[in-house]
């Protein structure tokens, strides 16, 4: 359940290039927010808010970390926001990764640039609970590359970086040939990645979390919407998702 | 006590103020923040004959003071509209206008001919200004002779009162207005959105799937507000009034221009609860400005 809140913001700084980290704390969003949902946040007087998935939670402080790259007016605009100031949130919202898997498993999470920071609070969450963690992580470059450390203290991290600046060079799906040893893989990233991950991973069991311009973030404007293998035709990425079974959806 | 309550025809609106068709689905997901006994009435999401799936991603993109959309008229058809979205409605407290839209003049009275035989239904409300499908919507809406057909056809396949949506994407808009009242329309609506077009750079491309869009929100504020001081003086029939409003001081301003009601829409996106918002802080905004009442404020702003 979503409410709208409040989030004072409790740090902010730049981790890697062009892209922010935000630490908001708020204990109604943090005590009910589950790994790969997003909030949607309200940056000054802009039209739209703007949906940001959450990438780290802390019960015991009430803190929530999101991270952003700038891309635009919006992103620009909340990375001026300072340690302080409060940030108007309906959160958290959609229906994030299944976590209830056995323990034992092994989980492969597959991140490509900003899509990399919900996989950090999932992959967290399910070391907790027992389950093995690989990752393979990819950024345009050297200067793109942010929680590496944060993943390895999770499990086998590879790091693939478009331009070769900094790992492995290349794509994600590249590296993946030799690592095909896990139950189930999550995946967030740009959509390119995430199709020709579904191909090359084809017969695994997979969950991706897709995003798009966003309207309302409730599922009322119907602007988020993708195609899906459903009796209505198609799936509301907002409040549907924005995580899907690889089976469900067509990207 | 303020007075907020307005009768327009087939509706008895405790309050002015609605959220605007296609802004609010049908309810549902807004219902989760407050109890829409609260508001005047709801306008539904546009309803066709057959289920739409509307137009590719992406459909929405921020623009200075608004934003452009393209959806394209997604909703499932009248008739599952009908089966559980009405119903659904009918528990509140509330009016329910039924926005009615269609690729030709036969589907417009299908629809229209579907509503009426529902008794949960208050209101039409006809959509002949989207701007986002290739065919129907505006093509009736820019044409008074168009506008007017489409209304005639719908009033003689409905007991219900029809408003009719007005495009801004016209010329003479009074010109429209006075076709349709000719024609038996019971109300206007105004204004739907302004097509516009924004560029993404790193693409080159229309950031619209669509390529166009309509322009919502604060931005298209002072087109409507003119359209409808414009329109109010040379119709005898209500309008209610939309585009951009974002406080209960727009709402003032509407009336002002001759709106007897008011619809709410993009502002919903920022705030779930701008309509009960709005509702709460009106009297005391009618009060500040010397009104006792929403009645006396409709058309004082018109100059003779």
């Known amino acids: 359940m979503m409410k709208r809140e409040k989030m004072r913001i409790v740090s902010t700084r730049v981790i890697a290039?062009?892209?922010?980290?935000?630490?908001?704390?708020?204990?109604?969003?943090?005590?009910?927010?589950?790994?790969?949902?997003?909030?949607?946040?309200?940056?000054?007087?802009?039209?739209?808010?703007?949906?940001?998935?959450?990438?780290?939670?802390?019960?015991?402080?009430?803190?929530?970390?999101?991270?952003?790259?700038?891309?635009?007016?919006?992103?620009?605009?909340?990375?001026?926001?300072?340690?302080?100031?409060?940030?108007?949130?309906?959160?958290?919202?959609?229906?994030?990764?299944?976590?209830?898997?056995?323990?034992?498993?092994?989980?492969?999470?597959?991140?490509?640039?900003?899509?990399?920071?919900?996989?950090?609070?999932?992959?967290?969450?399910?070391?907790?609970?027992?389950?093995?963690?690989?990752?393979?992580?990819?950024?345009?470059?050297?200067?793109?590359?942010?929680?590496?450390?944060?993943?390895?203290?999770?499990?086998?991290?590879?790091?693939?970086?478009n331009d070769g600046s900094y790992g492995e060079k290349g794509y994600v799906t590249d590296v993946l040939e030799n690592n095909l040893a896990f139950d189930y893989y999550y995946s967030c990233g740009p959509t390119p990645m995430l199709r020709s991950l579904i191909s090359v991973l084809k017969g695994k069991?997979?969950?991706?979390?897709?995003?798009?311009?966003?309207?309302?973030?409730?599922?009322?404007?119907?602007?988020?919407?993708?195609?899906?293998?459903?009796?209505?035709?198609?799936?509301?990425?907002?409040?549907?998702?924005?995580?899907?079974?690889?089976?469900?959806?067509?990207i | 006590m303020t007075n907020l309550a307005i009768e327009l025809p087939g509706l008895s609106l405790k309050n002015p103020v609605m959220p605007a068709s296609g802004c609010f689905g049908f309810g549902r997901e807004y219902a989760t923040f407050y109890n829409l006994n609260k508001l005047g009435a709801v306008i539904m999401k546009a309803a066709t004959m057959q289920e739409r799936l509307g137009n590719p991603t992406p459909r929405v993109a921020e623009t200075a003071s608004g934003m452009l959309n393209a959806i394209g008229l997604q909703n499932p058809g009248v008739t599952k509209i009908i089966e559980t979205e009405v119903p659904f409605l009918s528990q509140f407290n509330t009016n329910i206008i039924a926005n009615i839209a269609g690729s030709s003049l036969e589907e417009y009275v299908e629809v229209a001919r579907a509503f009426n035989e529902t008794d949960q239904v208050?209101?039409?409300?006809?959509?002949?200004?989207?701007?986002?499908?290739?065919?129907?919507?505006?093509?009736?809406?820019?044409?008074?002779?168009?506008?007017?057909?489409?209304?005639?056809?719908?009033?003689?396949?409905?007991?219900?009162?029809?408003?009719?949506?007005?495009?801004?994407?016209?010329?003479?808009?009074?010109?429209?207005?006075?076709?349709?009242?000719?024609?038996?329309?019971?109300?206007?609506?105004?204004?739907?959105?302004?097509?516009?077009?924004?560029?993404?750079?790193?693409?080159?491309?229309?950031?619209?799937?669509?390529?166009?869009?309509?322009?919502?929100g604060p931005a298209i504020k002072p087109i409507a507000?003119?359209?409808?001081?414009?329109?109010?003086?040379?119709?005898?029939?209500?309008?209610?009034?939309?585009?951009?409003?974002?406080?209960?001081?727009?709402?003032?301003?509407?009336?002002?221009?001759?709106?007897?009601?008011?619809?709410?829409?993009?502002?919903n996106f920022q705030n779930p609860f701008i309509c009960a918002d709005i509702i709460d802080d009106l009297p005391r905004v009618l009060k500040q400005y010397g009104f006792n009442s929403v009645r006396e404020a409709i058309g004082k702003g018109i100059v003779a």
Not at chain 1, 123 to 152: C, M, S, T, W
Not at chain 1, 207 to 224: F, N
Not at chain 2, 124 to 130: G, H, K, P
Not at chain 2, 182 to 210: E, F, K, V
């Open chain 1, 17 to 161: 290039k062009e892209t922010i980290e935000m630490v908001l704390e708020n204990k109604w969003i943090s005590t009910h927010a589950s790994p790969g949902q997003f909030l949607h946040i309200q940056i000054g007087s802009h039209t739209l808010r703007r949906p940001i998935s959450i990438a780290d939670c802390n019960h015991v402080t009430n803190e929530i970390t999101i991270l952003f790259k700038i891309t635009g007016d919006g992103t620009r605009h909340l990375g001026e926001y300072q340690v302080g100031n409060y940030l108007d949130v309906l959160g958290p919202i959609g229906n994030g990764f299944p976590t209830n898997i056995t323990a034992q498993s092994t989980v492969l999470l597959v991140g490509g640039g900003i899509g990399v920071p919900p996989l950090y609070f999932l992959g967290k969450f399910l070391k907790e609970n027992g389950i093995n963690i690989k990752a393979v992580l990819g950024f345009q470059g050297e200067d793109h590359v942010f929680y590496e450390p944060n993943f390895r203290e999770l499990g086998e991290t590879i790091i693939v970086t």
């Open chain 1, 205 to 250: 069991k997979g969950y991706i979390s897709l995003e798009e311009r966003m309207g309302c973030g409730v599922g009322a404007c119907l602007a988020c919407i993708l195609p899906a293998k459903n009796e209505r035709g198609y799936k509301k990425i907002c409040s549907d998702g924005p995580v899907f079974n690889v089976e469900e959806v067509t």
């Open chain 2, 122 to 216: 208050h209101a039409l409300e006809l959509n002949i200004s989207c701007p986002n499908v290739k065919e129907g919507g505006l093509q009736f809406g820019t044409d008074p002779l168009m506008a007017a057909r489409v209304t005639e056809a719908v009033k003689k396949s409905t007991n219900l009162p029809v408003y009719v949506k007005l495009s801004p994407n016209v010329s003479d808009i009074v010109q429209i207005a006075k076709a349709v009242e000719a024609a038996g329309a019971d109300g206007l609506s105004m204004i739907n959105t302004l097509t516009g077009m924004q560029i993404h750079l790193p693409s080159r491309r229309p950031l619209i799937a669509n390529k166009t869009g309509g322009l919502s």
């Open chain 2, 225 to 267: 507000i003119r359209m409808i001081y414009e329109v109010s003086s040379q119709v005898n029939i209500p309008i209610i009034g939309m585009g951009g409003i974002q406080r209960a001081e727009d709402v003032l301003e509407f009336l002002l221009a001759g709106a007897s009601a008011v619809a709410i829409g993009t502002a």
